[in-house]
């Protein structure tokens, strides 16, 4: 190891915009662990952890691990959520520079290194809680051991294969495509097709299983809520927008930076006018990466004109794709890489710092705390009320976190709630009861239309009271605004999901 950082950081003194740009990058995602403030994904996924289970309704339970470690040892703080997105993403970023080693040399290796450690992406994974983070690091591992099976003819790594991958898609569904790039390496490769008909193959297959087995265990005990909710349920928001397609372009070349993304387009495009459909001429090594990375790099881009693809679905093509454009990107490339890279971080710092571009949106990290401080003081006036929201999970998962107890979400007023519906929460002993309603405003200016949300709490309270808002300053400027409404008598729902 210490080789290796005297060798990476003599490369790297040869450019001085980059070694700059590098120690900038590290000294501010560092201190955005402190400085950035939770936002409602972190506070969502440690619900998660807080209420163990063999998986979810949004996600499969490797996010949910990660979240009750890191508060376990470091105690229920916004940075140990963050510091445990950190710790997990670097040991991705170097799970990625070892398996980048068996495929480019030296140079190329810390190429691809530097170029991965650039982005956004990296930013995003090591700042954001979500279920890509875990998904990262078990992704780059599975292929790792494939590696090791493939090209090193190490049969007994295709049973370290089957768990890896078992284990990435105990992170996210979309780590399926790990075992379908597989069989599509091996049924193109004429010299490796032989594993297919291997019992290590087969072994490794009995291996995955036994590792969703949890997954699957708990969709079969909940109507396979979790697997109908992303594939059938998304199928009714399917409509064409062609737009779109520019949006997808627009948030991918963000999460990796101009450079790199449309230079892995232009090289894709070279590669489509060297090979053709000839698939048989590509080399070996080439074809594994471009196996993980085109199916889902190219299958996202294809349904983009249907469905919106969010920013994070093609993260984990980047980890083979990365690998492959590095053998053509070259210094040149990275140094303006950097520029950018260093320009949009900075830019992102003042944001985090001074908050001047106000975000209207609940998925922000600004204001957050000081709606948990003001609402522990108002829940003390009101000891035997009940607190729920109704904007999806946000609102409720972030009062779950800085409260430290039940927070309720819209299932009760009969409303799908995510995962708050398959927590055990018996609506029925609520009966009766009084609660404080919190409606966040997504512009602090827009009480009028956000009161209207007020009509859908009438049939489940005999009356309803609107009590002085939370406001939350920064600088003597008001960043974000919460409705608290006192609502009485709470009758439940006649049907709940």
Not at 248 to 256: C, P, Y
Request: proline share 5%.
């Amino acid at each position: 190891m210490n080789k290796f950082m005297t060798n990476l950081i003599g490369y790297i003194k040869t450019d001085r915009w980059i070694l700059v740009s590098i120690c900038i990058l590290a000294v501010l995602r560092l201190s955005c662990i402190w400085l950035m403030g939770l936002m409602p994904q972190d506070a969502y996924y440690y619900f998660y952890g807080q209420h163990p289970a063999l998986s979810y309704f949004d996600h499969p339970p490797a996010v949910a691990w990660m979240t009750r470690i890191f508060t376990t040892l470091f105690g229920r703080h916004a940075f140990a959520i963050k510091l445990g997105d950190t710790v997990i993403t670097m040991l991705t970023v170097l799970a990625f520079y070892v398996l980048s080693k068996k495929f480019l040399s030296l140079h190329k290796s810390w190429n691809a290194l530097l170029l991965l450690y650039s982005t956004f992406m990296v930013t995003i994974l090591s700042l954001v809680t979500t279920p890509d983070v875990p998904l990262m690091l078990f992704w780059t591992i599975s292929l790792i051991c494939l590696y090791n099976a493939v090209f090193e003819e190490k049969p007994h790594w295709w049973i370290w294969t089957g768990l890896a991958m078992g284990l990435a898609f105990d992170s996210k569904y979309t780590a399926v495509f790990l075992p379908m790039g597989t069989v599509l390496f091996l049924l193109l490769s004429n010299r490796n097709r032989r594993w297919l008909i291997s019992p290590w193959f087969y072994g490794a297959v009995v291996v995955f299983v036994l590792a969703v087995s949890p997954v699957i265990i708990w969709n079969v005990g909940n109507n396979f809520a979790s697997f109908r909710f992303q594939s059938s349920e998304r199928a009714h928001d399917i409509e064409v927008n062609w737009l779109d397609v520019l949006g997808v372009i627009g948030h991918q070349s963000a999460v990796l930076l101009p450079v790199l993304f449309f230079g892995i387009c232009y090289y894709l495009w070279k590669a489509l006018r060297r090979y053709g459909l000839r698939w048989w001429r590509v080399p070996d090594r080439e074809l594994w990466l471009l196996c993980f990375f085109l199916p889902l790099f190219l299958g996202f881009f294809l349904i983009s004109p249907l469905y919106w693809v969010k920013l994070n679905w093609m993260m984990p093509a980047y980890i083979t794709g990365i690998m492959w454009v590095s053998i053509w990107l070259g210094k040149r490339y990275l140094r303006w890489q950097y520029i950018i890279s260093l320009v949009v971080h900075l830019a992102l710092a003042v944001e985090i710092l001074f908050y001047p571009v106000p975000v209207k949106s609940d998925d922000t990290w600004a204001g957050w705390e000081g709606l948990g401080e003001q609402m522990q003081q108002i829940a003390s006036n009101y000891p035997g009320d009940f607190i729920f929201s109704a904007d999806d999970y946000k609102t409720s998962a972030i009062l779950n976190f800085y409260l430290g107890r039940m927070v309720y979400s819209q299932e009760i007023i009969g409303r799908r709630a995510l995962e708050f519906d398959f927590v055990g929460t018996n609506l029925q002993a609520l009966k009766g009861r009084n609660a404080l309603f919190i409606n966040s405003l997504t512009d602090v200016n827009d009480d009028k239309e956000e009161l209207a949300a007020v009509k859908e709490l009438k049939p489940f309270f005999s009356s309803i009271e609107q009590i002085p808002p939370i406001v939350v300053k920064r600088n003597g400027k008001v960043i974000r605004k919460f409705l608290v409404f006192r609502c009485l008598n709470y009758q439940p729902p006649e049907h709940y999901y």
